[in-house]
């Protein structure tokens, strides 16, 4: 395996670039929108990111952790707003770690600026895959502004080219399970700008939400002091998209449910009305692999609803992962490496689009309801007393590197046991005392 | 409503177009391959077919049923062939009714004949559909021989282009959810040739199986007095395609398992060696339908696996219903029609996809299981004693149009009833007694 090509210049094809530059190969990156460091190909269609650790993780292995970090904004806890504006703030550990905002568009530029420092690695923009021939790894390309086209020989093709990858439907025409299910929310990307004098007009080490049930707004902190906020709402029915028709249908809407995110929005209606809205997709599939030629890596394989926050963490845990595979079994034998790092990942990017649809539930709806936040307090509790015992879910999935699939089981045990902790008499006082302590502890040993 | 074009001249396709015709619309098919009536487009990779009641409702609704009566072959009865070679008969019903054998090939020659009689329906062959613009309902065609292209606008696009539709792969890209699953099993087709004189070498009027649990034989007559056998087995593991590499391997597998029918096979190994291995896809998704310009019918829209044999019969009654729905609710407002038929048929597709799936167990594994023929002889006299409260589930499936959603759950209902039947002590002897009877009677009232 020497030359290699991959497909899609986002964030996941820029991080395996480096990646692959580092073990000696020569890399070949085609990426059919133009380079977003010379244009703004992002423009109002992203929601923020989030890097959590598994995402700092295959940053560092990497070596591009760094150079990630300055562009960075720390984010600590939720902060639910109510219908009256109430805030209330949800630490996401007990030790105060963090994940970390992040624009989209910023991200793909510094990584595409690391990949370009190896002479090994090569950036092609405007190039278009219009087929793969699987079998012999051969890939064509067209070039949007000439029209012309080019066919690219490799030793693998790595298919980073996002959730309606075109490598995946080369694929699909063989023994291939595939499936893509959108869900009824759309997204609308909705900015909150700084005050004039630059300062943030909420906390920005919190993620703000807005939790109606049926449907939230969220914001993230920009660099900038400014927020990027995103409204997701069932695309038909009683609260949706469609049934905002004009500007006074938004301000009634707004009025009646996220009052007090207003004065912070002076431009909203025409935000709102300029801004794209976009529907959200989960795609499974299997194998993520062709023979020792091809391997799908990110969204391609597994594009995911964006609540927990983890797709693009799960897309660099791929590329840390394929990486540790070469390492271990040497780049001799690409198919058993390629079948390993199937066998590891599909799972995974089962589970982690399960977990997000879960945490959909859990931001638009469970932030808001006191038997949520007692169980978050228990769970804080336990661990601060065992901590070689009880790790939450959210910690799992976030402040560790333990696969998706082990959390998931985990968490699955935690909301048995949960369950029956909560269906205690007087819970509500005794929560922190020795008999809900030892029921968890005589649960654990028993599950 | 004036012009419709479908994508698409096979089975539904030539139906749906003799059912426009008689509405009055002019209808352009399309179709990639060549004329069937004038080349072997089928040669060796089709499974015989079978009509069903519903597929007869259909047929009878375009006023084609007589033409294709006279190609068919009926059949009565389940015939299964055990290690030994022992034969036992099993009746569809307790009333001697049929299901029809007939050839994909003949069926579709018959079909197209039949459409073309209409003056206002155009066949095209060789022409592949490359595009589908679906708010204008424009269809663009390459012509394969001369490598010309088409451009064809209509009020109305009918994709009846099978489980890999060109129709459905522009859908995709807007909300549109989709899976495609491989099962494991592969199937190939072994003809059984005639006896010297003509004459059938096995029961004509039975559907032959050699149920062997992870795998199985079947055979469905011709009108020749030969038989079209397929073999569905795994494609990798034990008892698989994989395993059988040369004739030796395939003459121990034969002698193994299916050994009474190795004199009726001189040419197996010729046959085995040169004919394709298929594999087994089931497609669901949903919408069926874009505003009031496409629908896919058909196996574009639920792809099945082959096991009760109502792949086709479902894409009939798609027509039907679509063509009941015309006439009900006019052509006025085609939106409406298309939702409409939407609303009625994904239930009943998702519904026989997974009957067919349960069909399969039942063929391979159950069908040689006595308590699963103890259970088919107490079904058979309860329905003979209250034909009223009771029609077994394949009953419902093959002899009734009843949905098949509505069947599926009354099937479901039958097994928790037969469950507890059979729990009966002593239901071996008293299977025909009034105690059973007085149960079963109980319990459906229950139910």
């Known amino acids: 395996m020497k030359h290699v090509t991959i497909v899609g210049g986002g964030l996941v094809g820029s991080l395996l670039a480096v990646y692959m530059a580092r073990r000696g190969m020569v890399v070949n990156v085609y990426e059919r929108r133009p380079d977003p460091r010379e244009n703004d190909v992002y423009g109002g269609r ?68 690391e990949a370009e420092k190896w ?12 087929d793969v021939h699987l079998d012999t790894a051969t890939c064509t390309f067209t070039h949007d502004r000439s029209g012309g086209s080019v066919v690219v020989n490799g030793d693998v093709v790595f298919g980073t080219d996002g959730a309606f990858s075109a490598v995946r439907q080369e694929m699909m025409k063989g023994r291939f399970n595939f499936s893509q299910e959108y869900i009824e ?27 109606r049930q049926k449907f939230m707004m969220m914001g993230l902190a920009n660099l900038d002091g400014g927020f990027t906020g995103t409204l997701f709402m069932p695309h038909a029915g009683e609260h949706s998209f469609e049934r905002i028709k004009d500007e006074r249908d938004l301000m009634d809407f707004f009025q009646a449910h996220f009052a007090d995110a207003i004065p912070m929005l002076p431009d909203l209606k025409e935000q709102y009305f300029r801004n794209h809205q976009s529907s959200l997709v989960i795609v499974r599939c299997d194998p993520w692999v062709h023979k020792d030629k091809v391997a799908l890596v990110g969204d391609s394989a597994h594009a995911i609803v964006p609540f927990y926050g983890e797709g693009m963490n799960a897309g660099f845990e791929d590329c ?13 034998d690409v198919g058993r490496v390629l079948d390993a790092y199937n066998e590891a990942r599909v799972v995974n990017g089962n589970a982690i689009a399960d977990l997000s649809l879960r945490n959909f539930v859990e931001m638009r709806d469970l932030v808001a309801d006191p038997s949520f936040i007692l169980r978050k307090k228990i769970e804080g509790h336990i661990q601060r007393r065992h901590p070689d015992k009880w790790l939450p879910l959210y910690s799992q999935v976030k402040f560790t590197d333990i696969p998706y699939v082990d959390a998931w089981n985990e968490g699955l045990r935690h909301d048995r046991i949960m369950e029956e902790v909560l269906a205690m008499p007087n819970i509500e006082e005794q929560w922190d005392g020795e008999a809900v302590e030892k029921m968890v502890l005589t649960l654990l040993d028993r599950a």
Chains 1, 2 share one sequence.
Not at 119 to 130: A, E, K
Not at 185 to 211: T, V
Not at 320 to 331: H, T
């Open 46 to 113: 992203s929601i923020n990111l989030v890097v959590s650790h598994r995402g700092w993780t295959a940053l560092r292995g990497a070596g591009v952790d760094q150079a990630v970090r300055e562009i960075t904004v720390p984010v600590h806890a939720r902060m639910t707003h109510d219908r009256e504006g109430h805030t209330t703030r949800l630490p996401y550990s007990i030790d105060n770690k963090a994940i970390h905002s992040v624009s989209r568009g910023e991200l793909n530029c510094r990584l595409l600026t």
């Open 119 to 130: 002479p090994n690695v090569h950036l092609h923009f405007d190039h278009r895959c219009v």
């Open 185 to 211: 929310h759309d997204y609308k990307e909705i900015a909150f700008g700084p005050n004039p004098d630059g300062s943030p007009r909420m906390d920005p080490q919190c993620l703000h939400i807005w939790p």
């Open 320 to 332: 840390r992962v394929l990486n540790d595979l070469f390492d271990r079994m040497g780049e001799g």
